[in-house]
T-cell receptor, first 114, second 112 residues
Framework: NAGVMQNPRHLVRRRGQEARLRCSPMKGHSHVYWYRQLPEEGLKFMVYLQKENIIDESGMPKERFSAEFPKEGPSILRIQQVVRGDSAAYFC????????????FGPGTRLTVL | KQEVTQIPAALSVPEGENLVLNCSFTDSAIYNLQWFRQDPGKGLTSLLLIQSSQREQTSGRLNASLDKSSGRSTLYIAASQPGDSATYLCAVTDTGRRALTFGSGTRLQVQP
């Protein structure tokens, strides 16, 4: 059973471009979470999704950021018009159905904005 | 708003020592608590999950305890090895939510 997969592992964008980060959850997991780790800071929750639904987006910046988890395919975290402050490691996690279950993390995507 | 604090921020010990990492949280209404390990430039590896109804969990040389009422958890590492060198993160899930709230971590270095 493959773990949580994220791609790309490293992404370089210039200011104003769009960044698309992909996450494939573990097999059998229907819950996906996105977290961000800014340089020298701790991990912060961004958004929690189930298939075709955003359940909790309380940690998402109000502008430029969006997330989806379609019926088919990976979850996507999209950042429009990136700025230097978006440079960070973005981690995806997944968990099986059921409340409060263990979350398993992917290797992360390291976004650098030039 | 839940806040998670980890003490110490950094720790350096000689190989073979037993050690304790501390985690505290401000809101005791948690559903579970997870301990993770993060190696530099890498993702997170889940070490132990403790449900709010449990007092401790063990995996190999690792033992995690939970005192929900006092808002504390400890991670005990027995007979430390250089391969244990990493940052250890504590995170809680509040009741009714699924988002993890993380502490800032304890950076552990085990000297050979």
């Amino acid at each position: 059973n493959a773990g949580v997969m994220q791609n790309p592992r490293h992404l370089v964008r210039r200011r104003g471009q769009e960044a698309r980060l992909r996450c494939s959850p573990m097999k059998g997991h229907s819950h996906v979470y996105w977290y961000r780790q800014l340089p020298e800071e701790g991990l912060k929750f961004m958004v929690y999704l189930q298939k075709e639904n955003i359940i909790d987006e309380s940690g998402m910046p109000k502008e430029r950021f969006s997330a989806e988890f379609p019926k088919e395919g990976p979850s996507i975290l999209r950042i429009q018009q990136v700025v230097r402050g978006d440079s960070a490691a973005y981690f995806c996690a997944s968990s099986p159905p059921g409340v409060g279950d263990e979350q398993f993390f992917g290797p992360g995507t390291r976004l650098t904005v030039l | 708003k839940q806040e998670v604090t980890q003490i110490p921020a950094a720790l350096s010990v000689p190989e073979g020592e037993n050690l304790v990492l501390n985690c505290s949280f401000t809101d005791s209404a948690i559903y579970n608590l997870q301990w993770f390990r993060q190696d530099p430039g890498k993702g997170l590896t889940s070490l132990l999950l403790i449900q709010s109804s449990q007092r401790e969990q063990t995996s190999g040389r690792l033992n995690a305890s939970l005192d929900k009422s006092s808002g504390r958890s400890t991670l005990y590492i027995a007979a430390s090895q250089p391969g244990d060198s990493a940052t250890y993160l504590c995170a809680v899930t509040d009741t009714g939510r699924r988002a993890l709230t993380f502490g800032s971590g304890t950076r552990l270095q085990v000297q050979p």
